[in-house]
């Protein structure tokens, strides 16, 4: 099954450059929560890898990447060149956390399952956006105010929603 985790702007701005737009640590804690735990697996395309800091610890990584000669020395790093290859993660029970960015986002909406959205109240100038969705076919299972405070400075909500 795939799960999305993503914050996204009130105008669907997820970034800019290939960097977030906001500071928000209780997102980051958040993100953290979910992805972070016995056996999970990201997948995420070769520029929002790039774009951490380095190989998140105790997570394992599946970058798809058009580029077939791009390799990554890491055991928690897999690189897959063919959406194909996401069909056993597609069709199974286990949860596997899409994390970015725009293209991955868009090229995998018909597949998710589920949404952890971390929605930011405010409109951005930015480069990549989260595909649209029609909110009829999802269901909020959970919706809760964000941190908003001298180190989150943007009022902010996360929600789950699952597919209908």
Same mark, same amino acid.
Request: glycine share 4%; charged share 25%; hydrophobic share 40%.
């Given at each position: 099954?795939?799960?999305?985790?993503?914050?996204?702007?009130?105008?669907?701005?997820?970034?800019?450059?290939?960097?977030?737009?906001?500071? +928000? @640590?209780?997102? =980051?804690?958040?993100? &953290?929560? !979910?992805? $972070?735990?016995?056996? *999970?697996?990201?997948?995420?395309?070769?520029?929002?890898?790039?774009? +951490? @800091?380095?190989? =998140?610890?105790?997570? &394992?990584? !599946?970058? $798809?990447?058009?580029? *077939?000669?791009?390799?990554?020395?890491?055991?928690?790093?897999?690189?897959?060149?063919?959406?194909?290859?996401?069909?056993?993660? !597609?069709?199974?029970?286990?949860?596997?956390?899409?994390?970015?960015?725009?293209?991955?986002?868009?090229?995998?909406?018909?597949?998710?399952?589920?949404?952890?959205?971390?929605?930011?109240?405010?409109?951005?100038?930015?480069?990549?956006?989260?595909?649209?969705?029609?909110?009829?076919?999802?269901?909020?299972?959970?919706?809760?105010?964000?941190?908003?405070?001298?180190?989150?400075?943007?009022?902010?909500?996360?929600?789950?929603?699952?597919?209908?």
């Amino acid at each position: 099954m795939l799960s999305f985790v993503v914050a996204v702007s009130e105008n669907n701005v997820i970034g800019k450059d290939n960097s977030l737009l906001w500071h +928000l @640590p209780s997102d =980051l804690k958040r993100f &953290k929560e !979910i992805t $972070l735990s016995e056996s *999970k697996t990201m997948i995420m395309g070769r520029k929002t890898f790039e774009a +951490l @800091p380095y190989v =998140l610890p105790g997570r &394992k990584h !599946i970058i $798809l990447t058009r580029n *077939k000669n791009y390799k990554v020395e890491d055991e928690a790093v897999i690189i897959i060149n063919d959406i194909a290859f996401l069909k056993p993660m !597609i069709e199974s029970k286990e949860e596997f956390f899409v994390i970015g960015g725009g293209e991955i986002y868009k090229l995998l909406m018909p597949y998710a399952k589920k949404l952890y959205l971390t929605i930011v109240h405010e409109n951005f100038c930015g480069d990549t956006f989260f595909p649209e969705y029609k909110n009829f076919q999802w269901t909020i299972i959970k919706k809760q105010e964000g941190v908003y405070d001298e180190n989150n400075q943007y009022k902010n909500t996360f929600l789950i929603l699952e597919r209908k």
